[in-house]
């Protein structure tokens, strides 16, 4: 059986190749061996999406990036189902959540629990909310197929080494290459495992973001895995008890 023809991403064309996939709200996966550089390769087209102009009215492509990775702050770490629905719905921005480690955290072999079910519930969502999912996994095959239905699936990148990337996709004519892909510059640490729960570790939920940070803080996560700098969260704790204190002194006077 003949193989399908590959041809390698000119510079004009890959631009359009993203707007195919990420224009509007979708799921597209990243796959590849171990060490091939797929976190890396998925925070990279963050970085483009955020800078693409969309086709469609003002801005780019994308305005906000939420993942899994611990970026050291750059993008907000989301590693639980019930905060990144918050995530999702919190505004009317397009935005894209990167879930990394997916074969761990939705293996098809646990497809009946709580976390896939959960999952898979929140994708026919993505719409409503403005947003896209980019699924990173070593072994795509092993992860709920769901997730790889082509109903909501746009592609499937396919790493075949730290530069260079395969691309399969029912939206174009054929399959492409992608050749010398730079480096991301978010920075990440390659050996860390990217965390994925049904729910915060602490078991409370906040409506409002800087309570939920500073719950989760008083319940032992560290600056590192909020994915916020310390001085941040020393001014949003003053700000809530500058709060409280007013709304005390206003009682008094009262």
């Not at 087209?45 to 469609?56: D, F, G, K, T, Y």
């Not at 770490?77 to 629905?85: F, T």
């Not at 080494?161 to 395969?166: C, D, I, P, R």
């Amino acid at each position: 059986m003949m193989q399908p023809m590959m041809r390698p991403v000119i510079k004009n064309r890959f631009n359009h190749i993203l707007h195919k996939l990420f224009e509007h709200p979708s799921i597209v996966l990243i796959g590849g061996t171990w060490k091939s550089g797929k976190t890396d390769f998925a925070l990279y087209l963050a970085e483009r999406l955020l800078r693409l102009p969309s086709n469609e009215g003002a801005g780019t492509v994308i305005t906000q990036v939420a993942t899994n990775i611990d970026t050291k702050g750059k993008y907000p770490l989301v590693a639980d189902l019930v905060n990144l629905r918050r995530w999702l719905y919190e505004s009317t921005k397009r935005k894209l959540y990167i879930l990394d480690e997916a074969s761990e955290h939705l293996g098809s072999r646990r497809a009946m629990s709580a976390k896939n079910v959960g999952f898979i519930q929140l994708i026919p969502e993505i719409s409503k909310a403005h947003g896209r999912l980019l699924v990173v996994g070593h072994q795509l095959m092993h992860v709920d197929k769901q997730l790889l239905d082509e109903v909501w699936c746009r592609g499937i990148f396919i790493k075949l080494g730290l530069k260079k990337a395969q691309l399969m996709s029912l939206m174009l004519p054929q399959e492409y290459v992608f050749g010398n892909i730079p480096p991301t510059t978010v920075p990440f640490d390659p050996y860390a495992i990217a965390p994925f729960q049904e729910s915060p570790s602490s078991g409370m939920m906040f409506k409002d973001e800087d309570k939920q940070l500073i719950w989760e803080w008083c319940n032992g996560k560290t600056y590192k895995e909020l994915g916020i700098h310390n001085m941040t969260l020393n001014r949003k704790i003053r700000g809530y008890l500058k709060a409280i204190l007013e709304n005390d002194l206003h009682v008094t006077h009262t």
